[in-house]
């Protein structure tokens, strides 16, 4: 395979020491971020093709990450259950123990509901997509794609978990009906039971208990909520079936979290809206 030689905007040295090129459709070469001053954090990068790996890793140590890697769905429970990351960077594709499965299995151990995962998949089918949102991936990126981008969204991820340290700052809890939320805690209660709530769930319920009444669209929920600039409208859907779900007597006839059509969705404090 011939290696792709650098274009001109690509400078000397934008690659990190020692990566190869990356093979056509996987990564698309780029200069790196300059370093930034993201939130300290410990990444975990999990793929099976270790080109892809060494380029992801070594973006992520230019931007000033602590990276480990893992090259299968067994390593990676085992080291996210030793090390603790704070974000996982997860391949779809894995021999053994696919993404999907190590994501499920992630979600499931103590914690894991907080765990922000970033999904990366040759997959662009949207079903492939809203499969891994539903089982809790926070993000996604589909190859081939850009390093510089993925480092983006691993840096917008952290910093939305890192700015729910400051959410003592705010009123206490927020009360709907049998619904409690603690931001201080991140903790979140329905009839005085716990709800296991992924980072994303968290946020949007927050927001949605600090807005009732209002319609918001889906990409100003994506904008407002998360600090997300660009992305996928069906990420918003996912998420709001995922947390209706959690909240609601009928997800399929929700009285809480409403549809309003040709706007998006509002929530209703009496939980009395209508079933749309």
């Known amino acids: 395979m011939t290696t792709p030689q650098p274009s001109r905007a690509e400078a000397p040295g934008a690659e990190p020491s020692g990566a190869e090129s990356p093979p056509p459709g996987a990564v698309r070469a780029e200069p790196s971020p300059a370093p930034a001053t993201p939130p300290a954090g410990r990444v975990l990068v999990v793929d099976d093709d270790p080109t892809v790996a060494e380029v992801v890793t070594g973006y992520l140590l230019r931007a000033g990450y602590q990276v480990d890697r893992a090259a299968d769905g067994h390593e990676a429970l085992a080291r996210a259950a030793a090390l603790r990351p704070d974000l996982v960077v997860l391949d779809l594709m894995l021999p053994g123990l696919d993404g999907l499965e190590v994501c499920r299995r992630l979600r499931a151990a103590e914690g894991g509901e907080r765990l922000p ?18 089982l809790g991936a926070d993000d996604y990126v589909t190859k081939p794609f850009s390093p510089r981008e993925l480092v983006l969204r691993v840096q917008s991820v952290l910093r939305r978990s890192a700015a729910a340290g400051t959410a003592a700052a705010r009123p206490g809890r927020l009360t709907a009906g049998d619904l409690s ?12 039971r716990e709800l ?38 069906s990420t918003v859907t996912v998420h709001v079936r995922r947390l209706r779900e959690k909240v609601e007597d009928d997800p399929a006839a929700p009285a809480l979290i409403t549809t309003v059509w040709g706007v998006g969705y509002r929530f209703d404090p009496a939980g009395k809206g209508p079933a749309l």
Request: charged share 30%.
């Open 181 to 192: 939320l603690d931001p201080a805690a991140r903790r979140a209660f329905r009839a005085g």
């Open 196 to 233: 296991a709530l992924t980072l994303r769930e968290f946020d949007l319920l927050a927001f949605l208990l600090r807005h009732p009444g209002a319609a918001f669209g889906r990409e100003e929920l994506m904008q407002r909520v998360w600090g997300w600039e660009f992305g996928d409208l």
């Open 117 to 134: 995962v970033v999904m990366l998949t040759a997959k662009g089918e949207e079903s492939d997509r809203i499969l891994g949102l539903e």
